[in-house]
C-alpha cells in the first residue's frame, strides 16, 4: 500500500522561504510523474507543479519564478522548494501522482502571513 508523508509546512511570513519534502512508500516512486497540490479554505485542491520521470517540470502560472520542484529518485523523495511566499500561498499542500493515483496523505499546512 502507497503512503505519501508531506512534511516542511509552517507559518511564514510574506516574502519568506519554505521548502516542502514528500516523501514515498510501498511503490516504484521513480517512473510515476509526481506534483504537489494546494487546497486553501473553502477552495477546491488544485495542481502546484509536476515532475515527469525525467524531471521535466510545469508549473501553475501563479506560482511561476517563486516555487521549484525537484525529485530525488533514489530516496523516493519530491520537493518543493517555496521562495517569495504571499498571503495567497497559504494552503494545506499534498503530494500525489499526477493523475493524483494514489491515497492522499495528512499534508502540510502552509501559513503565510502579510
Known amino acids: 500500500q502507497v503512503q505519501l508523508v508531506e512534511s516542511g509546512g509552517g507559518l511564514v511570513q510574506a516574502g519568506g522561504s519554505l521548502r516542502l519534502s514528500c516523501a514515498a512508500s510501498?511503490?516504484?516512486?521513480?517512473?510515476?510523474?509526481m506534483a504537489w497540490f494546494r487546497q486553501a479554505p473553502g477552495k477546491q485542491r488544485e495542481k502546484v507543479a509536476r515532475?515527469?520521470?525525467?524531471?521535466?517540470?510545469n508549473y501553475l502560472d501563479s506560482v511561476k519564478g517563486r516555487f521549484t520542484i525537484s525529485r530525488d529518485n533514489a530516496k523516493n523523495t519530491m520537493y518543493l522548494q517555496m521562495n517569495t511566499l504571499t498571503p495567497e500561498d497559504t494552503a494545506v499542500y499534498y503530494c500525489?501522482?499526477?493523475?493524483?493515483?494514489?491515497?492522499w496523505g495528512q499534508g502540510t499546512q502552509v501559513t503565510v502571513s502579510s
Open positions: 500525489n501522482t499526477d493523475r493524483s493515483m494514489w491515497s
Open positions: 510501498g511503490t516504484i516512486f521513480s517512473i510515476n510523474p
Open positions: 515532475i515527469t520521470s525525467g524531471g521535466s517540470t
